[in-house]
Nanobody, 123 residues
């Protein structure tokens, strides 16, 4: 099996910074695109940022210039550096990964989610 574990959430004042981490472990052949999603109170889950295995990144307009996504393929870890945080960034942040793994000798693609980490931006 594969597990994604997020860490780094917490309470921060407006204008502050946080760094989220997502560590993937288990029976992994390789990881394709990794991404951060978030779901705020009363809102639908939305894509925050994504990064391909080769390092190509994509950001939601609302976080461009403030958030930076990165990953380390060697240890299957992804990060989200969040600067200039705003109250509207308050949400549960979820890690998402497209994992290639072998099941019964056949390598297939599977999508996994982490359990989420709470980010609260408030004074």
């Amino acid at each position: 099996q594969v597990q994604l574990v997020e860490s780094g959430g917490g309470l921060v004042q407006p204008g502050g910074s946080l760094r989220l981490s997502c560590a993937a472990s288990g029976s992994i052949f390789s990881i394709n695109t990794m991404a951060w999603y978030r779901q705020g109170p009363g809102k639908q889950r939305e894509l925050v940022a994504s990064v391909t295995r080769s390092g190509t990144t994509n950001y939601a307009d609302s976080v461009k210039g403030r958030f930076t996504i990165s990953r380390t393929n060697a240890n299957n870890t992804m990060y989200l550096q969040m600067n200039s945080l705003k109250p509207e960034d308050t949400a549960i942040y979820y890690c998402n990964a497209g994992v290639r793994r072998a099941v019964d000798g056949i390598v297939r693609n599977y999508l996994y989610w982490g359990q989420g980490t709470q980010v609260t931006v408030s004074s």
